[in-house]
């Protein structure tokens, strides 16, 4: 069974911070390439950071060096440590495997006031 579960947004201040955890399914977990993908609204979802299964991570240029991938693959839970947020961060949040699944979790609202 897929399962794609994220949790931990919330409204906060310019330069403020959150942590989003998501928990994936074994099957698509533990050997797999994951990511956090965001879409804000009237956009297309774009990756935002991924790690592979052996912790190599990329970022994408908007939140390098404010956000932080990591994973843990005993727990099969990925999370994005968000520091220095901008109001240009508000969007949903969604995690999915890399290359993507057609399957998508419900996601987690992110928004950053100004």
């Known amino acids: 069974q897929v399962q794609l579960v994220e949790s931990g947004g919330g409204l906060v201040q310019a330069g403020g911070s959150l942590r989003l955890s998501c928990t994936a399914s074994r099957s698509i977990f533990s050997i797999n390439a994951m990511a956090w993908y965001r879409q804000a609204p009237g956009k297309q979802r774009v990756l935002v950071a991924s790690?592979?299964?052996?912790?190599?991570?990329n970022y994408a240029d908007s939140v390098k060096g404010r956000f932080t991938i990591s994973r843990d693959n005993a727990k099969n839970t990925m999370y994005l440590q968000m520091n220095s947020l901008k109001p240009g961060d508000t969007a949903v949040y969604y995690c999915?495997?890399?290359?993507?699944?057609?399957?998508w979790g419900q996601g987690t609202q992110v928004t950053v006031s100004a």
């Open positions: 790690i592979t299964s052996g912790g190599s991570r």
């Open positions: 999915n495997k890399v290359p993507q699944l057609a399957y």
